[in-house]
Protein backbone atom coordinates (compact mmCIF):
# COMPACT_ATOMS: atom_id res chain seq x y z
CA UNK A 1 0.00 0.00 0.00
CA UNK A 2 2.74 2.63 0.89
CA UNK A 3 5.01 2.12 -2.74
CA UNK A 4 1.39 2.21 -4.06
CA UNK A 5 0.60 5.86 -2.81
CA UNK A 6 4.49 7.01 -3.57
CA UNK A 7 4.74 9.45 -6.22
CA UNK A 8 6.50 7.53 -9.69
CA UNK A 9 9.38 8.93 -11.15
CA UNK A 10 9.68 9.39 -14.47
CA UNK A 11 13.02 7.97 -16.17
CA UNK A 12 12.53 9.69 -19.65
CA UNK A 13 15.83 11.16 -20.92
CA UNK A 14 15.82 14.68 -22.53
CA UNK A 15 15.69 14.51 -26.14
CA UNK A 16 18.63 16.38 -28.02
CA UNK A 17 17.27 18.89 -30.63
CA UNK A 18 19.69 20.00 -33.33
CA UNK A 19 20.46 23.10 -31.56
CA UNK A 20 21.75 20.59 -28.39
CA UNK A 21 23.82 18.60 -31.13
CA UNK A 22 25.36 22.02 -32.42
CA UNK A 23 26.20 23.46 -29.34
CA UNK A 24 27.75 20.13 -28.15
CA UNK A 25 29.87 19.64 -31.22
CA UNK A 26 31.00 23.67 -31.28
CA UNK A 27 32.27 23.42 -27.71
CA UNK A 28 33.64 19.81 -28.09
CA UNK A 29 35.73 21.66 -30.72
CA UNK A 30 36.88 24.53 -28.19
CA UNK A 31 37.48 22.41 -25.93
CA UNK A 32 39.88 20.31 -28.42
CA UNK A 33 41.50 23.50 -29.76
CA UNK A 34 42.52 24.47 -26.16
CA UNK A 35 43.53 20.90 -24.99
CA UNK A 36 45.88 20.31 -27.66
CA UNK A 37 48.21 23.43 -27.70
CA UNK A 38 48.19 22.58 -24.10
CA UNK A 39 49.16 18.89 -24.03
CA UNK A 40 51.64 19.68 -26.90
CA UNK A 41 53.74 22.10 -24.56
CA UNK A 42 53.82 19.18 -22.05
CA UNK A 43 55.21 17.19 -24.33
CA UNK A 44 58.25 19.09 -26.02
CA UNK A 45 59.18 19.88 -22.18
CA UNK A 46 60.12 16.20 -21.97
CA UNK A 47 61.18 15.52 -25.27
CA UNK A 48 65.02 15.35 -26.57
CA UNK A 49 66.49 18.07 -28.85
CA UNK A 50 66.77 15.74 -31.58
CA UNK A 51 63.28 14.38 -30.91
CA UNK A 52 61.85 17.73 -31.33
CA UNK A 53 63.72 18.32 -34.26
CA UNK A 54 62.43 14.95 -36.37
CA UNK A 55 58.83 15.42 -34.98
CA UNK A 56 57.85 18.71 -33.21
CA UNK A 57 54.40 17.71 -33.06
CA UNK A 58 53.60 14.65 -31.16
CA UNK A 59 51.14 13.40 -28.82
CA UNK A 60 53.79 11.37 -26.51
CA UNK A 61 57.52 11.70 -26.36
CA UNK A 62 59.36 10.09 -28.87
CA UNK A 63 62.43 10.22 -26.70
CA UNK A 64 61.51 10.64 -23.10
CA UNK A 65 63.88 13.28 -20.77
CA UNK A 66 64.22 15.56 -17.47
CA UNK A 67 66.58 17.29 -19.16
CA UNK A 68 65.00 20.57 -19.96
CA UNK A 69 63.37 20.60 -16.00
CA UNK A 70 66.58 19.57 -14.43
CA UNK A 71 68.56 22.34 -16.60
CA UNK A 72 65.84 24.67 -15.10
CA UNK A 73 66.19 23.44 -11.64
CA UNK A 74 70.26 23.61 -11.77
CA UNK A 75 69.88 27.24 -12.32
CA UNK A 76 66.56 27.73 -10.41
CA UNK A 77 67.90 31.06 -8.24
CA UNK A 78 65.56 33.73 -10.15
CA UNK A 79 63.04 30.91 -10.49
CA UNK A 80 62.85 30.73 -6.72
CA UNK A 81 63.17 34.63 -6.28
CA UNK A 82 60.53 35.25 -9.22
CA UNK A 83 58.11 32.46 -6.90
CA UNK A 84 58.60 34.25 -3.60
CA UNK A 85 58.17 37.78 -4.96
CA UNK A 86 55.11 36.67 -6.77
CA UNK A 87 53.73 34.56 -4.45
CA UNK A 88 53.83 38.08 -2.06
CA UNK A 89 52.18 40.40 -4.30
CA UNK A 90 49.51 37.63 -5.06
CA UNK A 91 48.71 36.90 -1.64
CA UNK A 92 48.58 40.10 -0.29
CA UNK A 93 47.30 41.99 -3.30
CA UNK A 94 44.12 39.34 -3.22
CA UNK A 95 43.49 40.28 0.38
CA UNK A 96 43.61 43.83 0.43
CA UNK A 97 42.00 44.12 -3.28
CA UNK A 98 39.13 42.05 -1.93
CA UNK A 99 38.80 43.80 1.57
CA UNK A 100 38.67 47.23 -0.38
CA UNK A 101 36.45 46.04 -3.15
CA UNK A 102 33.94 44.46 -0.80
CA UNK A 103 33.54 47.38 0.99
CA UNK A 104 32.92 49.29 -1.79
CA UNK A 105 30.12 47.34 -3.22
CA UNK A 106 28.37 47.31 0.47
CA UNK A 107 28.85 50.97 0.66
CA UNK A 108 27.76 51.41 -3.07
CA UNK A 109 24.50 48.75 -2.05
CA UNK A 110 22.95 51.23 0.29
CA UNK A 111 21.53 54.85 0.41
CA UNK A 112 23.59 58.03 1.05
CA UNK A 113 23.92 61.31 -0.11
CA UNK A 114 26.15 61.91 -4.02
CA UNK A 115 25.46 57.99 -3.93
CA UNK A 116 25.14 58.79 -7.72
CA UNK A 117 27.81 60.67 -8.23
CA UNK A 118 30.28 59.02 -6.82
CA UNK A 119 29.04 55.72 -8.52
CA UNK A 120 28.91 57.11 -12.21
CA UNK A 121 32.71 58.96 -11.11
CA UNK A 122 33.95 55.20 -10.15
CA UNK A 123 32.45 53.70 -13.12
CA UNK A 124 34.09 56.60 -15.13
CA UNK A 125 37.30 54.98 -14.30
CA UNK A 126 36.53 51.76 -16.51
CA UNK A 127 36.40 53.82 -19.30
CA UNK A 128 39.36 56.40 -18.94
CA UNK A 129 42.82 56.18 -17.49
CA UNK A 130 45.31 58.19 -15.82
CA UNK A 131 47.91 57.24 -18.39
CA UNK A 132 51.05 55.23 -18.28
CA UNK A 133 53.44 58.20 -17.58
CA UNK A 134 50.68 60.28 -15.59
CA UNK A 135 50.64 56.87 -13.44
CA UNK A 136 54.91 56.66 -13.27
CA UNK A 137 54.91 60.34 -12.24
CA UNK A 138 52.53 59.66 -9.17
CA UNK A 139 54.36 56.45 -8.31
CA UNK A 140 57.99 58.52 -8.42
CA UNK A 141 56.52 60.79 -6.05
CA UNK A 142 55.12 58.95 -3.39
CA UNK A 143 58.46 56.83 -3.70
CA UNK A 144 56.97 53.48 -4.56
CA UNK A 145 58.87 52.80 -7.80
CA UNK A 146 61.15 49.40 -7.70
CA UNK A 147 58.26 48.24 -4.58
CA UNK A 148 55.96 45.79 -4.03
CA UNK A 149 53.43 48.05 -3.09
CA UNK A 150 52.90 50.15 -6.17
CA UNK A 151 52.55 46.97 -7.80
CA UNK A 152 49.63 45.53 -5.77
CA UNK A 153 48.15 49.59 -5.31
CA UNK A 154 48.15 49.58 -9.24
CA UNK A 155 46.13 46.43 -9.51
CA UNK A 156 44.22 47.06 -6.00
CA UNK A 157 40.73 47.44 -7.21
CA UNK A 158 38.65 46.54 -9.82
CA UNK A 159 35.14 48.34 -11.32
CA UNK A 160 33.85 45.62 -12.62
CA UNK A 161 33.75 43.09 -9.22
CA UNK A 162 32.66 46.26 -7.47
CA UNK A 163 29.43 46.30 -9.35
CA UNK A 164 28.80 42.73 -9.89
CA UNK A 165 29.22 42.32 -5.77
CA UNK A 166 27.27 45.73 -5.31
CA UNK A 167 24.43 44.01 -6.96
CA UNK A 168 25.00 40.84 -4.83
CA UNK A 169 24.51 43.16 -1.54
CA UNK A 170 21.26 44.48 -3.16
CA UNK A 171 19.81 41.22 -3.90
CA UNK A 172 19.95 40.36 -0.26
CA UNK A 173 16.22 40.06 1.22
CA UNK A 174 15.69 43.33 3.00
CA UNK A 175 14.10 41.51 5.51
CA UNK A 176 17.14 40.01 6.82
CA UNK A 177 18.51 43.57 7.37
CA UNK A 178 15.41 45.04 8.93
CA UNK A 179 15.61 42.14 11.69
CA UNK A 180 19.07 42.85 12.47
CA UNK A 181 18.54 46.71 12.72
CA UNK A 182 15.37 46.08 15.24
CA UNK A 183 17.46 43.35 17.32
CA UNK A 184 19.92 46.32 17.70
CA UNK A 185 23.06 45.27 15.40
CA UNK A 186 24.80 48.24 14.07
CA UNK A 187 25.82 49.14 10.18
CA UNK A 188 29.25 47.19 10.66
CA UNK A 189 27.05 44.07 12.56
CA UNK A 190 25.23 43.59 9.70
CA UNK A 191 27.93 44.01 7.19
CA UNK A 192 30.39 41.47 8.92
CA UNK A 193 27.40 38.94 10.28
CA UNK A 194 24.63 39.15 7.92
CA UNK A 195 25.53 40.36 4.79
CA UNK A 196 29.22 39.24 4.23
CA UNK A 197 28.17 35.74 4.66
CA UNK A 198 25.88 35.25 1.79
CA UNK A 199 28.01 36.75 -0.59
CA UNK A 200 30.60 33.63 -0.37
CA UNK A 201 30.46 32.45 -3.90
CA UNK A 202 30.75 36.16 -4.96
CA UNK A 203 33.89 36.14 -2.65
CA UNK A 204 35.03 32.87 -3.57
CA UNK A 205 34.86 33.08 -7.18
CA UNK A 206 36.52 37.11 -7.81
CA UNK A 207 39.19 36.41 -4.99
CA UNK A 208 40.73 33.79 -7.61
CA UNK A 209 40.43 36.00 -10.49
CA UNK A 210 41.93 38.45 -8.47
CA UNK A 211 45.09 36.08 -7.57
CA UNK A 212 45.14 35.10 -11.23
CA UNK A 213 45.32 38.23 -12.54
CA UNK A 214 48.70 39.16 -10.02
CA UNK A 215 49.91 36.23 -10.73
CA UNK A 216 49.82 36.61 -14.74
CA UNK A 217 50.50 40.37 -14.51
CA UNK A 218 54.14 41.65 -15.70
CA UNK A 219 53.59 44.60 -17.50
CA UNK A 220 53.75 47.24 -14.60
CA UNK A 221 56.03 45.14 -12.54
CA UNK A 222 58.28 44.79 -15.98
CA UNK A 223 58.07 49.14 -15.39
CA UNK A 224 58.28 49.49 -12.05
CA UNK A 225 60.55 46.81 -10.74
CA UNK A 226 64.18 47.35 -11.72
CA UNK A 227 65.96 45.32 -8.59
CA UNK A 228 66.34 41.82 -9.44
CA UNK A 229 65.80 40.06 -6.08
CA UNK A 230 62.30 41.72 -6.26
CA UNK A 231 61.72 40.64 -10.23
CA UNK A 232 58.24 38.58 -10.53
CA UNK A 233 57.65 35.30 -11.96
CA UNK A 234 56.39 36.24 -14.78
CA UNK A 235 59.10 38.44 -16.26
CA UNK A 236 61.65 35.80 -14.88
CA UNK A 237 59.72 33.55 -17.57
CA UNK A 238 59.67 36.45 -20.24
CA UNK A 239 63.50 36.57 -20.27
CA UNK A 240 63.64 32.73 -20.89
CA UNK A 241 61.69 33.24 -23.51
CA UNK A 242 63.50 35.64 -24.90
CA UNK A 243 66.96 34.76 -24.00
CA UNK A 244 66.48 31.24 -23.64
CA UNK A 245 69.59 30.08 -26.52
CA UNK A 246 72.04 32.35 -24.71
CA UNK A 247 71.03 31.30 -21.45
CA UNK A 248 71.77 27.39 -22.76
CA UNK A 249 75.24 28.68 -23.86
CA UNK A 250 76.52 29.94 -20.78
CA UNK A 251 75.06 27.16 -18.24
CA UNK A 252 77.86 24.50 -17.57
CA UNK A 253 76.48 21.24 -17.86
CA UNK A 254 76.92 17.81 -19.04
CA UNK A 255 78.11 18.30 -22.97
CA UNK A 256 75.79 15.38 -24.05
CA UNK A 257 72.42 17.13 -22.10
CA UNK A 258 73.63 20.52 -23.58
CA UNK A 259 73.99 19.16 -27.30
CA UNK A 260 71.25 16.13 -27.27
CA UNK A 261 68.77 16.89 -24.77
CA UNK A 262 68.07 20.32 -23.83
CA UNK A 263 67.47 22.95 -25.81
CA UNK A 264 65.53 25.92 -26.50
CA UNK A 265 61.93 25.64 -26.96
CA UNK A 266 61.89 22.53 -24.04
CA UNK A 267 63.51 25.01 -21.88
CA UNK A 268 60.59 27.16 -22.56
CA UNK A 269 57.59 24.95 -22.16
CA UNK A 270 59.13 23.53 -18.88
CA UNK A 271 59.62 27.19 -17.43
CA UNK A 272 55.76 27.24 -18.79
CA UNK A 273 54.43 24.48 -16.82
CA UNK A 274 56.33 25.55 -13.81
CA UNK A 275 54.87 28.91 -13.85
CA UNK A 276 51.32 27.93 -14.16
CA UNK A 277 51.30 24.65 -12.18
CA UNK A 278 50.36 26.38 -8.74
CA UNK A 279 46.98 28.44 -10.50
CA UNK A 280 46.29 24.81 -11.91
CA UNK A 281 46.39 23.49 -8.89
CA UNK A 282 44.05 26.43 -6.77
CA UNK A 283 41.51 26.53 -9.82
CA UNK A 284 39.85 23.28 -9.44
CA UNK A 285 38.85 23.49 -5.81
CA UNK A 286 37.23 27.08 -6.27
CA UNK A 287 35.85 26.11 -9.95
CA UNK A 288 32.04 25.36 -7.97
CA UNK A 289 31.75 28.77 -7.04
CA UNK A 290 32.35 30.15 -10.35
CA UNK A 291 28.92 29.80 -12.17
CA UNK A 292 27.00 30.01 -8.71
CA UNK A 293 29.17 33.38 -7.56
CA UNK A 294 28.04 35.29 -11.50
CA UNK A 295 24.93 34.46 -11.43
CA UNK A 296 24.24 36.07 -8.01
CA UNK A 297 25.42 39.19 -9.02
CA UNK A 298 24.39 39.52 -12.41
CA UNK A 299 21.07 39.62 -11.76
CA UNK A 300 20.07 43.02 -10.99
CA UNK A 301 22.32 45.65 -12.87
Request: contains cysteine; charged residues 15%; proline residues 4%.
Amino acid sequence: MRNHLQPRVKNKHKKWTGLDLFTFVVLTLVVIAVLIPFWNAIVISFTTNSAYVDQPFSFWPKEFTWANYILLLENAGGLLIGYKNTIIISVIGTVAGMLVMVMAAYVFSREFPGKRFFFLATIFTMYFGGGLIPTYLNLKSLDLLNTHAGVILLTLCSVYHIIIMKNGFESTPKDLQEAAMIDGATDMTIFWKVMLPLQKPLIATFSLFTFVDLWNDWYWPMLILTDNKKVVLQLYLRTIINSVNSMLEGISVSEDAAALDAFGAGMQMAALLVVILPVMCVYPFLQKYFVKGIMVGSVKM
